[in-house]
């Protein structure tokens, strides 16, 4: 991905950026692509070439994921903030979501880097990454 390509990316799309080998983040994209009706999100494993891309470009480490990415026409969103930046984006009752908002961003942080510290022995985790299916192919990167 050449340096053009990606920065027409992070400016015109929303991306998120998820773990594959995790099976808890990829029952989220199952969840994204099932209420995203709208299509307001790509996909984007960060093992795929793409998602190391636009790891490197905002500084985050390339082989040891600690937060969901969402990357909104150029704006970064990480941890609880990204979780409920996309709730807010999908139909109802998901957007209800939002309302977390009223606790302090570090109690939403701990909470959701506790779930992410802990995913893989709580969740499991895949030795592949799964590849879409013919139909979601174009949501994804």
Same mark, same amino acid.
């Given at each position: 991905?050449?340096?053009?390509?990606?920065?027409?990316?992070?400016?015109?799309?929303?991306?998120? =950026?998820?773990?594959?080998?995790?099976?808890?983040?990829? #029952?989220?994209?199952?969840?994204?692509?099932?209420?995203?009706?709208?299509?307001?999100?790509?996909?984007?494993?960060?093992?795929?070439?793409?998602?190391?891309? *636009?790891?490197?470009?905002?500084?985050?480490?390339?082989?040891?994921?600690?937060?969901?990415? *969402?990357?909104?026409?150029?704006?970064?969103?990480?941890?609880?903030?990204?979780? =409920?930046?996309?709730?807010?984006? *999908?139909? *109802?009752?998901?957007?209800?979501?939002?309302?977390? #908002?009223?606790?302090?961003? #570090?109690?939403?942080?701990?909470?959701?880097?506790?779930?992410?510290?802990?995913?893989?022995?709580?969740?499991?985790?895949?030795?592949?990454?799964?590849?879409?299916?013919?139909?979601?192919?174009? #949501?994804?990167?």
């Amino acid at each position: 991905m050449d340096n053009t390509d990606l920065m027409s990316l992070i400016e015109h799309e929303q991306i998120i =950026l998820f773990d594959a080998e995790c099976k808890l983040c990829n #029952r989220w994209t199952r969840f994204i692509l099932r209420f995203d009706s709208a299509h307001h999100f790509k996909l984007c494993s960060v093992q795929s070439p793409p998602g190391q891309a *636009l790891l490197a470009y905002f500084g985050f480490p390339l082989s040891d994921y600690e937060t969901m990415l *969402l990357i909104s026409r150029g704006r970064l969103f990480t941890h609880s903030d990204a979780f =409920l930046a996309i709730m807010r984006q *999908l139909p *109802l009752p998901w957007r209800w979501c939002g309302i977390l #908002r009223i606790f302090p961003v #570090r109690l939403r942080n701990w909470l959701y880097l506790l779930i992410a510290r802990n995913r893989y022995r709580l969740f499991g985790r895949y030795s592949y990454c799964a590849l879409p299916s013919a139909e979601n192919a174009r #949501r994804f990167l």
